[in-house]
C-alpha cells in the first residue's frame, strides 16, 4: 500500500465532482421529476374531476331524458285526446250537416210536388176548360168562370 | 498477455503497480520504472493512472449526468433522462428514508458516490490485459486502470466523508455537544475515558472501514481477474477453462461492482444522518 498525494489529488478530484454534482446536475434534474410529479398529479386530478363530472352530466342527461320522454308521452296522449275529441266532433257536424242537407233537400222535394201539383192543377183546369167548351159547344168565358176553375183545380 | 515471457509472479505484480510519478531518493523527478522504485518515493509520489482513470470516469459521470440535467424536461423524457432519472430516483428514494435532515448536499453527494464509484468499479470488467497492453505499446509500462483498486483513491473519498462526519458533527450539535457525544456515552459520565476510547475507535473505524471495505473487495475482485488471465498461456485446455472462469468471473463481479458502489453512498448517508442527529438525553 502506497500511500502519496494520489490521495490529496483523488480527495480535490472527490470535491469537484461533488460539489459540480450539487450545483451542476442535482437539481435540475430533481425540479424537473418533482414538476413532472406534480404534473402528473394534477393531471389524474382533473381526470377524477372530469370522471365526476362526467357521471354527474350523464345522470342530468339521464333525468332530461326521462322528463323529455314523459313530456313526448304526455304530449301524445294529449294529442290522442285532442284526436279523438276532433273525430267526434268532425263526426257530429257532419251528422248534423246531413240531417241539415236531408231536410233542406226534403223542403225542396216537398217544393217541387207542390210546384207540380200547381202546374198540373192549372192544366188539368184549362184542360177540363177545354173539355167542357167541347162538350158544351160554346166557348166557356174563362174569366167568368176562373174562380170556379180554380176551385176545381184546388180540389184535384 | 502482456508478454510471453514474464513469468506468472512478474506478471501479477507488474499488473499491481502503479504508473507512479515522483521524486527518485536521488533527488530527480520522473517516473518509476519498478515497483521498488515506486515503492521508494515513499509519500513525495502520485499515482498517474489512478489519477487519469478517476478523473476520465468521474468525467464521464459528469458529463452523462450533465447533458440529461441540461435537457431535463418536466415533460415526456428522453431515452438518456429516463435512465438518469432511474438512478436519481433511486438515490433519491434511498436518501430520503435514511437522511431526515434539511441538507441539499447529502443526496448529490451520495449520487456522485454511487455513479463515480460504480464507474470506476467497472473497468475491473474491461479485461485485465487490454488497456495495459495498449499502454505498453505506446510505451507506458504500468496502467492499473481500475481506480478503485488503489486504496488512496478509496481512502481519499472516505477521509473526505470524514471530514464531512467532523464539519456535520460540529455545525449541528457544536463542539461541546459533539465531545460530549464521544465522552458521555454509552458509560456514565465518570466513566468518560472509556468512553472517549470506545466512541473515538468507532469515529475512526468509519472512514476506515469505508474506504478499506471498497479498497479491499476491488483488489481481490482485480487479482481474481489477473488470477484466471494466467491461464491463457497454458494452453488451449488452461484458455477454455479461463476464459469460462472469467465469464463467471465477471458475471458475479458485476453485482460486486454494483454492491460495493451502492454500499459506499448508503454508508455516506448514513454517517451523515448520525452527524446530524442531536440526542437531547446527554
Known sequence: MNLNWTMVGQTITF????????????????????????????????????????????ERAGDQLRAAKEEAAALIEQARVRANQLVEEAKNEARVEGERLKDAALVE????????????????????????????GESVDANRHSQLLERLAAEL | MASAAENPAEYIQHHLTNLTFGQHPDGTWGLAHTAEEAAAMGFNAIHVDSML??????????????????????????????FVELIVDFIDD?????????????????????????????????????????????????????????????????????????????????????????AFHPFPKWL??????????????????????LFGNMYAGEMIFVL??????????????????????AMFHVLIISLQAFIFAVLTVVYMAQAHEVDEEH
Open chain 2, 192 to 213: 468518560a475515558p472509556v468512553n472517549l476510547i470506545l466512541e473515538g475507535v468507532t469515529l475512526i473505524a468509519k472512514p476506515l472501514s469505508l474506504g478499506l471495505r
Open chain 1, 109 to 136: 222535394i216537398e217544393q217541387e210536388v207542390n210546384r207540380a201539383k200547381e202546374a198540373l192543377r192549372v192544366q188539368v183546369a184549362a184542360l177540363a176548360v177545354a173539355g167542357a167548351e167541347k162538350v158544351l
Open chain 2, 94 to 182: 434511498t436518501t430520503r428514508t435514511i437522511f431526515n435532515y434539511q441538507n441539499s448536499l447529502i443526496a448529490p453527494m451520495a449520487l456522485t458516490i454511487f455513479v463515480w464509484v460504480w464507474l470506476m468499479n467497472f473497468m475491473d470488467l474491461i479485461p485485465v490485459d487490454w488497456i495495459p497492453t495498449l499502454a505498453a505499446m505506446m510505451g507506458v509500462h504500468y496502467m492499473k486502470v481500475v481506480p478503485s483498486t488503489d486504496p488512496n483513491v478509496t481512502m481519499a473519498m472516505a477521509f473526505s466523508v470524514f471530514g464531512l462526519i467532523l464539519f456535520f458533527s460540529i455545525k449541528e450539535k457544536g463542539l461541546g455537544g459533539f465531545l460530549g457525544e464521544l
Open chain 2, 53 to 82: 482513470w478517476s478523473v476520465v470516469t468521474g468525467l464521464v459521470f459528469f458529463f452523462l449526468f450533465r447533458t440529461a440535467a441540461k435537457k431535463a424536461t418536466a415533460g415526456v423524457p428522453g431515452p438518456l433522462q429516463n
Open chain 2, 228 to 249: 484466471i488471465a494466467l491461464l491463457f498461456t497454458g494452453g488451449v485446455a488452461y484458455g477454455l477453462l479461463g476464459g469460462l472462469l472469467q465469464w463467471g468471473w
Open chain 1, 15 to 58: 470535491i469537484v465532482f461533488v460539489w459540480a454534482c450539487w450545483k451542476w446536475i442535482w437539481p435540475l434534474l430533481i425540479n424537473a421529476m418533482r414538476e413532472r410529479q406534480q404534473a402528473i398529479a394534477e393531471g389524474l386530478a382533473s381526470a377524477e374531476r372530469a370522471s365526476k363530472d362526467l357521471e354527474l352530466a350523464q
